[in-house]
Each structure stands twice: as C-alpha cells, then as structure tokens.
C-alpha cells in the first residue's frame, strides 16, 4: 500500500447522498490514519442539502463549496460566514467545482444533472470514480471519446462495474468471453404481477440487501438499475450487449464475474457496503485498509443464481433493446424511467406501469415521429434528446395517471 500512489487532491459531486456521505466517510478515515494534511479537499457539491454541505464543508475545509439549487444561496453564505471557503450556487457553481483541478473526483450526482459535471471532470483530465450512472448510460461514447483524448481515467464505483473492473485483465481484453453482473433482485424478487401491480413506493424502496436513495431503489426493484447498469458495463468494458448477462443473485455477495476463453471464471465478492468499491476506486491501482464489516462465508454457506423473469421484469429487455438502438435510445429510455419512477414515487402511476411507459416512449420516437436511434453527435445533442423525451413521456404519462 503505498502513500504516494493515493490521490492527494479529491472533490466529492454529490456529497450529501448516499454514495458522496460513503466517500467522505473513507477520506475521513484515511485523513484520520494518515493526518489531516495528507488528503486536501478541492471541491464539495450537493444538490440541496444546505444544513448537511454546510457541515461537510467546516469538517473537510474545501477550496469551493457549490450547491445546484439557487434557492439555497443566502443559507450557503451564512454558513459559510467567517470560514473564508469560496462558495457558489446554480449550474455555473457546479460547473465551476467540476472544473477545479483534482488528482481524484467522485462524481456523485443523480440523474441526468450530473452529465455536464462529469464531462467537465473529463475535460480536464485526472481520475473520475464514476458513480452517476447517467453519464455512461446517456452519453457512453462521448464520455469514453472525451476521456481517450484528455487521459482522464474512468474508475467505476457501481458495485458491479467495480467488481468486473476488478476481474477484468485489460491485458487479456481478447481472451474475455462473457461479463455477467448480479442483480440482487429487489424487493419484488418472488412476488406475482398481480401483488406488483399495487405495489406502493414505500414497498418497493424497501430494499432487501443495499440502503440506497428512493429513486435508484425503485431502479432495483423493477430491474431498471441493472438494465442501466447493463448499458455502463458496455461502454466501460467495450462490450456488446449479447456479451453481458445478468444474473439474480439475492445475497448480493458476488458483485460481478467475468469469464474467460478457457473456461474460467474470475469473481469480485465482497460485503453489501459501498464503501468497498469506493474505497477500490480511491486507491487504485492500490488498495487501503477500510472498516466495513467483512464477509463471513462460512456464516453465508451458501449463495444463489437464478436467471431474471423477462414477464415479472420487461425493464431489461428494454435496456437491451436502447442499447442495440443507440445512445439516443438509451438517453430517452432514461429520460422517460426518470419520470416514470417520480410519478410513481408521487402515487399518480402503478409500479408496472413504470415500465409500460418507458416502452411507450422508445417505440413512440421523437416528437417529430422519427425512432430514435444513432449516436449524438455533441453533449447539446444529447440534452436535447433528453428533454425531448422528457416531453414525450410527460404527454403518455396522462393514460397512466389516476
Ligand atoms: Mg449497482
């Protein structure tokens, strides 16, 4: 483990959620190993949150502090009176977070809103541990172009794509057979159509295995986390979609496998905390000391495969399908599963339903009625797809509403 090779200059995008409070939990672990100097904090950022970012920043001491929601301005600069911390608020602030030069970002943010910030990382070089799903699944290719060109480095934070980047040998690419990711299966893993239909969003964020954010909860129990997952696995590991498989596997205990020419199977396994890949992201190519509760096999005696339901869970077939389509195809599939999953979270749509609509809207087209498919050619391109596909799904969402 050695010293020098751990990132020295970090910014954490997204640090009052689930994956940013995780990171700033190990930096605050190793500054507490290592000494309060050996990690500085160049830039924090959070959506909303203002008491928490406030708190976060008089304990870390960044250079920058920005907070998305312009409402929450005035509050910032109160709490940040006194401590001579640069501070910010709206898209510009963000950007401008994104945009300070780091060794190492965890770019955290939710949604489609994380998109600029991530290509702003990719901008300027440096390692991203990339947990916003969005910018792979939106805008995979672009984002891997912009980062062959700078030489950012992609680390990926979801479990499973840290797992296969773990196993997966960049020097034996070619000898690479099959990736398969695990799916824990969610909560509605063994309930009926019937029993799913009026399933209420208190249910379906009740995760069994992994205390996550409400909105990538319901993602789990309909399958269009692993769906979306299944498009990042692509671009990351430069793989066809027939080349990854996906696999339910309730106790979440191996996270990703990857299976050679010659018949083996290479596995990451590891406990259901996110600080484990976080903490593989941090320190890569290295590997630091954490204090998550180990697995205990003997304990666990067994684990479980079984292959996911395509009738219970159409979200994956849908996510293959984007996938073949384009990445103008899986930005309105993600378009449309983000209004589709907020309108459920509302109770104005059923849990089924969520699904019906994202396939509403990929066989509906553009609103000016052509498939969407292809590339897009610039990051404008792909905004604008995305807020196409907002609208369209907006306007079929209305059959749905009761
Ligand atoms: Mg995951």
Known sequence: MKADLIARRIS??????????STLNIIADQRARNGEDSLHMVALVAKQNVADLS???????????????????????DALSGTGIAHGAGDAAVEEAAAREADWTMAAIMGAAGLRSTLQIAN?????????????????????QTCARTGAKILPVDSEHNAIFQVLDPARRDAM???????????????????????????A???????????????????????????????????????????????????????YADG???AQL???????????????????????????????????????DDTRFPALGLAR??????????TALNAANEIAVEAFLAEQIGFLDIAALVDDVLNAGHPDGGPWQGAPKDYNEVFAVDALARIRAKTLLKQYQH
């Open 205 to 259: 964020i009740a995760h069994p295995i992994w205390s996550m954010g409400a909105k990538i909860s319901v993602d789990s129990a309909s399958l269009m986390n692993k769906g979306l997952e299944l498009i990042e696995a692509c671009h990351l590991f430069d793989a066809s979609s027939e080349q990854i498989e996906v696999l339910i596997h309730p106790q979440s205990v191996v996270h990703g496998l990857v299976e």
């Open 270 to 308: 590891g406990p259901a905390d996110m600080r484990v890949p976080i903490a593989s992201a941090f320190a890569w190519p290295d590997r630091i000391a954490t204090n998550c509760q180990r697995l205990d096999l003997v304990q666990m005696a067994h684990l479980d495969f079984e292959a996911p």
């Open 177 to 203: 057979v099959r990736i398969v990711l695990t799916a824990s299966g969610g909560p509605f893993r063994t309930w009926t159509l019937d029993q799913m239909k009026t399933a209420t969003p208190e249910q």
């Open 264 to 266: 083996s199977i290479l």
């Open 12 to 21: 954490v995008l997204g640090a009052t959620g689930s994956v940013g409070r």
């Open 321 to 330: 399908s984007a996938m073949k389509a384009g990445d103008t195809a899986c």
């Open 55 to 77: 708190a976060l920043a008089h304990q870390f001491r960044p250079d920058f502090v920005a907070i998305a929601d312009t409402r929450y301005a005035d509050d910032l600069s």
């Open 124 to 144: 300027r070089g440096g390692a991203i541990a990339i947990a916003n799903k969005e910018s792979l699944v939106c805008a995979g290719a672009l984002l891997m």
